[in-house]
Nanobody, 131 residues
Framework: EVQLQASGGGLVQAGGSTRLSCATS????????IAWYRQAPGKEREEVSC????????MYADSVKGRFTISSDNAKKTVYLQMNSLKPEDTAAYYC????????????????????????WGQGTQVTVSS
């Protein structure tokens, strides 16, 4: 059974840092891409960052580039999202997702869009950034 367990986050002051974890099981970790998404109340889901474990390729949304870092621990089958210089607009529920091979993201007009490829999803973890 495929499982993704997101954790971390919480309440952070603007300018602060936090780290999210996505622990996985039930699939061949090295053959999958793991992505982070976020969704704020009243807004559509946004692609945040993704790592392709088969070649180490990483992707970042323009809004988080230079502030967030995605990494992967293959031994622990866990992907991390280090979030620095947090802003109130980073407040959202963050979700991790997995799909085979590549991230399945297309960059268009300043942001990434996910293809219709089937993904496995974890539950969300809330990040709230206070000003």
């Amino acid at each position: 059974e495929v499982q993704l367990q997101a954790s971390g986050g919480g309440l952070v002051q603007a300018g602060g840092s936090t780290r999210l974890s996505c622990a996985t099981s039930g699939f061949t970790f090295d053959d999958y891409a793991i992505a982070w998404y976020r969704q704020a109340p009243g807004k559509e889901r946004e692609e945040v960052s993704c790592i392709e474990n088969n070649d180490g390729n990483k992707m970042y949304a323009d809004s988080v580039k230079g502030r967030f870092t995605i990494s992967s621990d293959n031994a622990k089958k866990t992907v991390y999202l280090q979030m620095n210089s947090l802003k109130p607009e980073d407040t959202a529920a963050y979700y991790c997702a997995a799909l085979p091979d590549n991230c399945g993201w297309v960059y268009y007009s300043g942001r990434f869009y996910s293809t219709d490829a089937e993904r496995y999803w974890g539950q969300g973890t809330q990040v709230t950034v206070s000003s």
